[in-house]
């Protein structure tokens, strides 16, 4: 079956520039996850959805950052005015709430911020 | 606050020999802890979680609440174990805090 996948796969901005990274989860999954991880280091945790609601987005590292999830399926995270600082791979995940807590990832989006 | 700390980042041992990756972590209530692994060109997937209490392709680990550890062991290192391995800890609520990471190379 299908994975959850992520688009675009590559994004280059330029710094200022407006950027939307799209997670379609796993089908029938509740649970959706974004975090970021920069180079070299583990996925940090950004926001988490159960359906449509964002139930945590204590790890947005600012107000430039806002994810929705509207229909409770397709999830858009969005960056505003994009810095250098920006530039990471940012990982969606999917949980089916089963109580396993068991995510599965995304391959991720590299987003290059010059 | 919550933290994972893998104070290895990178750790080669030779086909055949035991592997113990560390993982230590700092949390004020219950921990769940997981292991996830990444292969060469493939998603973060799970490895496995503490109260599975299950060995899968060979690995297990356990949780010492007295060390706050959650170390990763396996008895014989195989060359396709080689990948990046991130400990993980569930804190509240859907909260996850992943630690830096070790890469193990596994040397023929």
């Known amino acids: 079956g299908a994975g959850v996948s992520q688009s675009p796969r590559y994004k280059v901005a330029k710094r200022g520039q407006d950027v939307a990274l799209r997670c379609d989860p796993i089908?029938?999954?509740?649970?959706l996850f974004w975090y970021q991880q920069a180079l070299g280091q583990g996925p940090e945790f950004l926001t988490y959805?159960?359906?449509?609601?964002?139930?945590?987005k204590s790890g947005l590292p600012s107000d430039r950052f806002f994810a929705e999830r509207p229909e409770g399926s397709v999830s858009t995270l969005k960056i505003q005015r994009t810095q250098q600082e920006d530039s990471a791979v940012y990982l969606c995940?999917?949980?089916?709430?089963?109580?396993?807590?068991?995510?599965?990832f995304g391959p991720g989006t590299r987003l290059t911020v010059t | 606050a919550q933290r994972v700390t893998q104070p290895e980042k990178l750790l080669s041992v030779f086909k055949g020999a035991p592997v113990e990756l560390k993982c230590n972590y700092s949390?004020?209530?219950?921990?769940?802890l997981f292991w996830y692994v990444q292969y060469s060109r493939q998603r973060l997937q799970l490895l496995l979680r503490?109260?599975s209490r299950e060995s899968i392709k060979g690995f297990t680990a356990d949780l010492n609440k007295g060390e706050t550890s959650f170390h990763l062991k396996k008895p014989f290192a195989q060359e396709e174990d080689s990948a990046m391995y991130y400990c993980?800890?569930?804190?509240?609520?859907?909260?996850?805090?992943f630690g830096p990471g070790t890469r193990l190379s596994v040397l023929p």
């Open positions: 995940a999917s949980s089916d709430n089963g109580g396993s807590y068991e995510q599965y």
């Open positions: 089908s029938g999954h509740v649970s």
């Open positions: 959805f159960q359906n449509e609601a964002q139930l945590d």
């Open positions: 503490h109260i």
């Open positions: 949390y004020s209530g219950s921990p769940e």
């Open positions: 993980a800890l569930r804190s509240y609520g859907q909260n996850f805090v």
